[in-house]
C-alpha cells in the first residue's frame, strides 16, 4: 500500500510497517453520511459499519435526519441501531441545511446561518442548532459542528461579528444544559474562515463547550501551516475531518489520491496526544460512497493503524 510522504508532487512512498503505532493507535477512523445522500440513513450507518470504521459522522440534514424538530422517538430508533452496529457517533454535521430550501442549488450552502441577513433565518437556524444538540445528546454523540455562513450584502463584517456572538449565546446554553459540545468548523469564502480568526472567537465567548471541528484540507486550502493549526486548536479540536486535497484546490478527494501530506498530519496530531475521531468527509462520491469509504480505510489504516 502507497502512502504518500511530503506530498507535494504525490511521488515520495513508504512501506506499511513505517507507521509506527504509538499515539495514533488512539486515533479513530469515523466516515461521514454525507457521502451517502442518495441513500437512506440507515442503508448508510449498514454499510459503514460494514466498511470497518469505528465511528459515523451523521449528516443534520435531508435526506438522513433534518432538524426541523426533535423526535425523542426517530431519535432512540436511530441509537438502537448505532448500538446494534457497533457504532460510535463522531459528529453530528449541522453545517448546511439544503432541506430549508424547496430547491436549493447543487453546492455547499449554508443559508440560513447565524449571521444571515433575514431575521427569521437567524432564529430557524437557532432552533434547528439547539435541536441537532438535543438529538445528538440522545444518540449518545459529544459535539455537533456548525458553521459561521457568509457574510452576505449588508451584513458587513462588524455586524456578523456581533450577531454571530449574539446568536451562539442561546445555542451555547443549550449545549450547556446538554453537556454536549458544539464545534465551529472553519472553511474558505466563509465569516470564520481561518483558524486564528476561530481561535479568537473562543477565547472571546469563554464557553468551554465551544471548539473546532478542524478540516483539515480547508487549512491546506487556505495555505495554513498544519503543525501550527493544530497546535493552535489543540484540546479545543473535538474532531477532525479529514479527505485528500488536490494542491490547494478545495476538493473532496478520497485519502491518497492528492498531496496532502499525511505524515506531517499524524505527527502533528500525535505532539498534542489526539485521541478523538478522524472523521473522513466525501461529500464529492455521492455515485459511489461505499467504494470511497472502503478505499480511504483501507488506505488511512496504513497510516493511522
Not at 431519535?75 to 457497533?86: E, G, Q
Not at 466563509?190 to 478542524?214: P, Q
Request: with cysteine; aromatic share 8%; proline share 6%.
Amino acid at each position: 500500500m502507497i502512502v504518500r510522504g511530503n506530498g507535494s508532487d504525490g511521488t515520495i512512498a513508504h512501506r506499511k510497517d513505517l507507521f509506527p503505532a504509538r499515539r495514533s493507535d488512539m486515533m479513530k477512523l469515523a466516515f461521514s453520511t454525507n457521502a451517502f445522500t442518495r441513500h437512506s440513513l440507515d442503508e448508510a450507518l449498514e454499510q459503514i459499519a460494514a466498511a470497518g470504521y469505528a465511528g459515523v459522522e451523521i449528516l443534520a440534514d435531508k435526506p438522513h435526519w433534518y432538524p426541523a424538530k426533535f423526535d425523542k422517538g426517530e431519535a432512540v430508533s436511530i441509537r438502537r441501531m448505532l448500538d446494534k452496529l457497533k457504532l460510535k457517533v463522531s459528529n453530528v454535521n449541522a453545517n448546511c441545511t439544503f432541506g430549508y430550501f424547496r430547491d436549493p442549488p447543487p453546492e455547499a450552502f449554508f443559508e440560513p446561518s447565524l449571521i444571515s441577513p433575514v431575521p427569521k433565518m437567524r432564529t430557524d437556524r437557532i432552533k434547528m442548532i439547539q435541536n441537532t444538540l438535543q438529538f445528538a445528546k440522545t444518540i449518545g454523540a459529544e459535539n455537533i459542528s456548525i458553521t459561521s455562513g457568509k457574510s452576505l450584502p449588508t451584513v458587513a463584517p462588524e455586524m456578523a461579528a456581533k450577531l454571530l456572538r449574539e446568536n451562539l449565546m442561546p445555542v451555547l446554553e443549550t449545549a450547556e444544559k446538554l453537556q454536549v459540545r458544539v464545534g465551529f468548523e472553519c472553511e474558505p469564502g466563509l465569516f470564520i474562515e481561518w483558524a486564528t480568526e476561530l481561535r479568537e472567537l473562543i477565547d472571546r465567548v469563554g464557553s468551554k463547550m465551544l471548539g473546532a471541528n478542524l478540516d483539515l484540507g480547508h487549512s491546506v486550502v487556505l495555505g495554513e501551516d498544519i503543525p501550527a493549526t493544530i497546535k493552535l486548536l489543540g484540546d479545543r479540536i473535538w474532531n477532525c475531518h479529514i479527505e485528500d486535497i488536490p494542491g490547494r484546490k478545495h476538493y473532496h478527494l478520497i485519502p491518497g489520491q492528492g498531496t496532502m501530506d499525511w505524515l506531517a498530519i499524524k505527527a502533528s496530531l500525535e505532539r498534542i496526544a489526539y485521541d478523538r475521531f478522524l472523521t473522513v468527509e466525501l461529500y464529492s462520491y455521492p455515485d459511489r460512497p461505499v467504494e470511497a469509504a472502503r478505499e480511504s480505510i483501507a488506505y488511512l489504516g496504513a497510516v493511522f493503524g
